[in-house]
């Protein structure tokens, strides 16, 4: 009997875990919630992920609150204590259970941070000027080598503000 109900366990969890998913939703060159101000001088600080996720019971009704994306991105920002992110990936995942399950958005990204008076004193660090071209098109621009690139922004109605 205690074999049957470990195969059913076992059966179950394994049932279980290939049933969840995640989905990739869009890729972004840039995504911001706050303001960014152009001109600015910033550093990259890392990779970092966020995720918003909530529990659904009967698979219908939320358990505080609903999944929302700006709040998956706001999460990425402040684990890399930034402003904005490059490179950016976001998904959607969900994990249907019996009874209840769970839903909800993941961003992984590049964050990136104003420069700090340190940060601009320190050799080590690669310093990235936020410019506008004259096309319009925005990107990342290290005053170490102006070789060294990241497009952020190549079309029109952007959403970074000048200060």
């Not at 290939?18 to 303001?35: E, H, L, P």
């Not at 961003?107 to 410019?131: F, H, Q, S």
């Amino acid at each position: 009997m205690k074999r049957i109900v470990s195969l059913l366990c076992l059966t179950l969890v394994i049932g279980f875990t290939v049933q969840s998913c995640s989905v990739r939703i869009g890729d972004f060159t840039a995504i911001s919630t706050k303001n960014v101000d152009i001109g600015s001088k910033y550093v990259r600080t890392g990779s970092f992920e966020g995720d918003h996720s909530v529990w659904l019971l009967l698979s219908a009704i939320p358990l505080g609150g609903i999944p929302d994306l700006k709040t998956a991105v706001d999460r990425c920002l402040e684990a890399g204590g930034g402003e904005f992110a490059t490179n950016v990936v976001l998904t959607q995942h969900q994990l249907p259970l019996i009874l209840i399950s769970k839903v909800g958005y993941g961003v992984k990204a590049d964050v990136w941070k104003k420069a700090t008076t340190g940060d601009l004193y320190n050799p080590n660090i690669e310093i990235y000027n936020l410019a506008v071209n004259a096309d319009g098109s925005r990107e990342l621009v290290s005053t170490k080598n102006q070789e060294n690139r990241f497009a952020i922004y190549n079309g029109m109605n952007a959403t970074f503000e000048s200060h």
